[in-house]
């Protein structure tokens, strides 16, 4: 069985989380009480939808034996493209992956990333064999060449990974409009990715997604409130 990379280190941060002696200062949970005005071309049963679909969204890691047409994946990526980029350069490639084989070795190249979360899908194992349930892959993608070209530096080792995590986004909540399900996975080698699906040098997979209809209902997992991560003005100072 291989053994992933991250187990350790996330066993340690846990270690680590639990054993710190200095708690933070319990702060009030922040409420927002005044009435947001709404712009003229939109409803509030529009803005209701949108707050929905992002707050109900979360990782889908059980599918069902049903296929997902290309008509629906082209919908989800149609929607991944809209996503802001630095300077509008658009550095992401999408690649959607069907084919058993491949999906094989991309799952082979794919680490269990352990994480409190998992737990809630009964997974006990160093494998992602439950992505082979996920009838399509889409492999995420930054075009190098094209961010280095832009924006040098800066625009191949930051601009391009916002740009293609904000696409990434915007395809999971694409997803789950349509029903869809999906899980965002980021532990992987990034050379075996890159030559399974082909990749040039320019390329560098940056997220893979599964992709299909969800055979579970898992719980969404805790997020922290907002007293706990807002600072006004400085860090620090919280509201």
Not at 49 to 57: D, L, P, Q
Not at 139 to 144: G, L, S
Not at 205 to 229: F, H, M, Y
Request: contains cysteine.
């Amino acid at each position: 069985m291989r053994k992933s990379p991250f187990r350790e280190l996330a066993k340690a941060a846990d270690d680590y989380r639990k054993n710190i002696k200095i708690q933070p200062k319990k702060k009030k949970s922040i409420v927002i009480k005044e009435k947001i005005t709404l712009p003229d071309d939109y409803s509030k049963s529009e803005i209701d939808t949108v707050m929905h679909n992002i707050f109900t969204r979360t990782c889908i890691r059980h599918y069902l034996k049903k296929e997902v047409t290309d008509s629906q994946i082209i919908k989800i990526l149609d929607a991944a493209r809209q996503a802001p980029s630095a300077g509008n350069y658009q550095p992401w490639e999408f690649i959607i992956v069907r084919d058993p084989r491949l999906k094989n070795q991309i799952v082979e190249a794919s680490f269990r990333n352990s994480r409190r979360g998992e737990a809630m899908h009964g997974f006990d194992s160093d494998s992602e064999d439950w992505m082979l349930e996920a009838p399509a892959l889409i492999v995420i993608c930054i075009n190098q060449r094209l961010a280095r070209g832009v924006f040098g530096e800066r625009g191949e080792k930051l601009y391009g990974i916002q740009s293609v995590a904000a696409a990434t986004q915007n395809l999971l909540l694409a997803a789950h409009a349509y029903g869809l399900g999906t899980c965002w996975v980021g532990a992987f080698s990034e050379d075996r990715i890159a030559a399974i699906v082909a990749c040039p040098k320019y390329m560098r997979p940056c997220s893979i997604v599964t992709v299909g209809w969800p055979a579970e209902k898992p719980k969404k997992a805790k997020r922290n409130e907002l007293s706990d991560i807002v600072h006004v003005e400085k860090f620090g100072r919280t509201p």
